[in-house]
C-alpha cells in the first residue's frame, strides 16, 4: 500500500458552481482523501471523459447518488498512486481506465479498484479514459439487457456518439446487421466508416421507413435509444416482432403519448436502464465482463476509441459547450 501522506494534500478539481450553463464549471481546490474505504484506490488522473450526465448534472437535473462526489467526470485514466489496505488487483504505478460514480474531472480520483481495468495495449490515455461508461453503458444493455445475438439487426440512435461509436463496433464484432442514425451527411459517413450497414440522416428521412427497407420490412430486433420523446412510439413502428428497445436517456423528454397496442400486437419488450446508481457489486461484475469480451476487440484493433476532442481541464466549459452542439463525433476528453 502506498500511502496517502505521500500525496499532495489537495486535489485541482472542476466544480459546478451552480446549476447552469458552461459558465457556471469553476477551477477550485479539494482536500486529498485522508482514508480510503475498502476496495479503493487512488488514480492519478492523465484524461477523463466527459459525458451527457456530465451535463445533465450541471444544470441541475441529474443530481449524483448519495455518498458519490459532486465533482463531475465518470470516467478516467491514469496511474494508481495509493491503495486501500487490501486493494490488492493494481499494484502501485499501474497505468488503468476506471468507471467512477463522480470525481473525474479532477487531477486525482478515487475509484473502486474492482470497477478499474488495465489499460488497453495499444492505447494512449486519451483513448483510454472514454471506454469505461461507453463500454460498460452498451455491454449491459445491448447485449445483457437487449439480449442482441449474431445474426440479429441492431440499431443505434446517435451513432457518433461515445455510446453510439461504441455501440456500432461492439454490435458488427458481435455479428450483427447494424443500423445507426445522426444528423448530418458527414455524420452518416462517419458511422460507416465505424462498421454501420445503414445509416440515416434524421434530418432528412424518416428513420422508421429506411429501418423497413433495409430489413426488408422485418424492423431491428434491438434497439438502443437515448433520445425518447416521439422515438418512442416510432421505435416500436420501427422494431421486428419480438424486438427489444433498450432506453437509456430521454434527450428529447420522458412523457409522451403512445399507442401501447403496438407493444402487444408485436410482443416487445421495452426496457431501460441508469448506470451510475447501481450497487458496486454490479458495476464489479459488469467490469469482468467487459474485460472478458470487449478488452481483446480493442487490444486486436476490432474496436477503436475515437477522440473528437481533447481540452484542458481549466477549459471544462467549452467541453461541456462542444457536447452540448452535438457537432463532436467520438469521445471528448479533458486533461488535468
Not at 479498484?113 to 490515455?125: D, F, Q, S, V
Not at 455491454?139 to 455510446?163: C, K, P, Y
Request: hydrophobic share 40%; glycine share 12%; charged share 20%.
Amino acid at each position: 500500500m502506498s500511502s496517502l501522506a505521500d500525496l499532495p494534500t489537495s486535489i485541482n478539481v472542476m466544480t459546478i458552481d451552480r446549476p447552469g450553463g458552461p459558465d457556471v464549471l469553476v477551477p477550485g481546490t479539494r482536500p486529498m482523501p485522508q482514508n480510503l474505504n475498502d476496495h479503493q484506490i487512488v488514480i492519478e488522473v492523465y484524461a477523463a471523459g466527459i459525458n451527457r450526465p456530465d451535463v445533465l448534472q450541471r444544470v441541475g437535473a441529474y443530481p449524483p447518488p448519495k455518498g458519490a462526489s459532486d465533482i463531475p467526470g465518470l470516467e478516467v485514466s491514469g496511474k494508481v498512486v495509493a491503495a486501500a489496505q487490501g486493494a490488492e488487483r493494481h499494484a502501485i504505478g499501474a497505468h488503468v481506465t476506471a468507471l467512477v460514480t463522480g470525481g473525474g474531472c479532477a487531477d486525482y480520483c478515487v475509484a473502486d479498484e474492482r470497477h478499474a481495468l488495465p489499460l488497453p495495449t495499444g492505447l494512449t490515455p486519451d483513448q483510454a479514459a472514454g471506454i469505461p461508461e461507453t463500454a460498460f453503458t452498451v455491454w449491459s444493455n445491448v447485449f445483457d439487457r437487449g439480449g442482441l445475438a449474431q445474426g440479429e439487426t441492431f440499431l443505434v440512435h446517435g451513432g457518433t456518439s461515445g455510446i453510439g461509436s461504441m455501440a456500432i463496433q461492439l454490435a458488427k464484432a458481435h455479428g450483427a446487421t447494424v443500423l445507426a442514425t445522426a444528423g448530418s451527411d458527414a455524420k452518416c459517413d462517419a458511422m460507416k466508416a465505424l462498421g454501420a450497414d445503414h445509416t440515416f440522416n434524421y434530418q432528412s428521412e424518416d428513420y422508421v421507413d429506411g429501418v423497413k427497407q433495409a430489413t426488408g420490412g422485418k424492423g431491428a430486433n434491438v434497439i438502443l435509444d437515448m433520445v425518447g420523446g416521439d422515438y418512442i412510439e416510432r421505435n416500436w413502428r420501427a422494431a421486428a416482432v419480438e424486438g427489444r428497445i433498450v432506453q437509456i436517456a430521454f434527450l428529447n423528454g420522458a412523457i409522451v403519448e403512445a399507442d401501447f397496442s403496438r407493444l402487444m400486437l408485436k410482443r416487445l419488450t421495452h426496457t431501460g436502464s441508469t448506470l451510475r446508481a447501481r450497487s458496486d457489486a454490479f458495476k464489479a461484475q459488469l467490469a469482468d465482463d467487459v474485460l472478458h469480451h470487449v478488452w481483446p476487440l480493442i487490444e486486436a484493433g476490432d474496436v477503436t476509441i475515437p477522440v473528437d476532442s481533447v481540452f484542458p481541464l481549466h477549459e471544462a466549459g467549452k467541453a461541456h459547450a462542444r457536447m452540448e452542439s452535438s457537432q463532436h463525433v467520438g469521445k471528448i476528453i479533458l486533461k488535468p
